[in-house]
């Protein structure tokens, strides 16, 4: 037997390679890298189609404009009431409508998909080497970085309508932390419910019913205390009123076990989410 190279053994006329250890250390990294950086480049360029139509992002935001405003005048007497937590009804009301961006922002996020995949466009990007999860991944983080631009709006309208922050920096990183999380998770949804009935019409009333029923089951109008127990029943389940509640917690300055369940609540939602909506495209490639 006849030495060869570092990895090489030569044995007679055949040379078998010995396991290279340092490249099958690599192999997950280059893998993370390799979906980093497909995921970046695709989300660049939605990003690129976004900022070529800056007005499809400010539609988006005039429906929670106009609840912000209306609501916010409708409704200001509320606080007389007894029980009432805030002595502001517009600072009672603004995460609420934080959280109704979210919803009318990302949730609509599968249409677009769908009429890629009608189009043909996911099709030329599937023949190429780029990974099956970042096509998923790069739309969900599109849809919530919309979704942040709008919020930072949304902040500056009510501050402007008597709004305040008691949470400081730190509450407010929280807060876009938390509508990220949210964003990613209802992106996911949609996107999900996109690849599985590959047909507009029904996704659209399934955008409808993530819209607005969960946010009157929730405490974005109305504390829980003012419910009926059905509703507020109803609210243990609904991923909307945890995102509320967090946001409203963490405005206050309020980061005790409450702000803690509801920012655990909307990580887990996300979390399954997402894992729910690569795996249904996964499975879509594979049939």
């Known amino acids: 037997m006849a030495r060869g190279s570092a990895n090489n053994v030569v044995r007679g006329r055949e040379t078998v390679s010995a396991p290279d250890n340092e490249s099958k250390a690599n192999r997950p990294l280059n893998k993370t890298m390799t979906?980093?950086?497909?995921?970046?480049?695709?989300?660049?360029?939605?990003?690129?189609?976004?900022?070529?139509?800056?007005?499809?992002?400010?539609?988006?935001?005039?429906?929670p404009l106009i609840w912000l405003v209306?609501?916010?005048?409708?409704?200001?007497?509320?606080?007389?009431?007894?029980?009432?937590?805030?002595?502001?009804?517009?600072?009672?009301?603004?995460?609420?409508?934080?959280?109704?961006?979210?919803?009318?922002?990302s949730s609509w996020s599968g249409v677009s998909l769908l009429r890629e995949i009608n189009f043909g466009t996911v099709d030329k990007v599937?023949?190429?080497?780029?990974?099956?999860?970042?096509?998923?991944?790069?739309r969900v983080l599109h849809s919530a970085a919309t979704v942040i631009v709008q919020i930072l709006i949304i902040f500056v309208l009510a501050w402007m309508l008597g709004a305040h922050n008691h949470g400081g920096l730190f509450g407010l990183t929280v807060v876009?932390?938390?509508?990220?999380?949210?964003?990613?998770?209802?992106?996911?949804?949609?996107?999900?419910?996109?690849?599985?009935?590959?047909?507009?019409?029904?996704?659209?009333?399934?955008?409808?019913?993530?819209?607005?029923?969960?946010?009157?089951?929730?405490?974005?109008?109305?504390?829980?205390?003012?419910?009926?127990?059905?509703?507020?029943?109803l609210t243990v389940i609904n991923p909307v009123s945890y995102a509320v509640d967090g946001v409203r917690l963490a405005l206050r300055g309020q980061f005790s076990t409450p702000f803690l369940f509801s920012f655990f609540m909307i990580g887990c939602f996300a979390f399954f989410t997402m894992f729910w909506a690569t795996r249904t495209f996964m499975r879509q490639q594979e049939d």
């Open 35 to 63: 979906l980093f950086f497909d995921t970046w480049f695709q989300f660049e360029k939605y990003m690129r189609i976004t900022f070529r139509m800056p007005l499809w992002t400010l539609f988006g935001l005039i429906q």
């Open 70 to 105: 209306i609501f916010g005048e409708l409704f200001k007497n509320m606080t007389r009431s007894g029980g009432f937590p805030e002595s502001s009804y517009i600072e009672f009301l603004t995460p609420g409508i934080l959280v109704m961006t979210v919803l009318f922002g």
């Open 126 to 138: 599937l023949v190429t080497p780029v990974k099956r999860t970042s096509i998923v991944l790069s």
């Open 176 to 233: 876009f932390f938390m509508i990220l999380l949210l964003a990613v998770g209802f992106a996911a949804l949609s996107n999900g419910f996109a690849m599985k009935l590959k047909r507009e019409e029904p996704l659209v009333v399934i955008g409808n019913m993530m819209t607005l029923p969960l946010m009157f089951f929730s405490s974005a109008f109305v504390p829980q205390g003012f419910m009926p127990e059905w509703i507020k029943n």
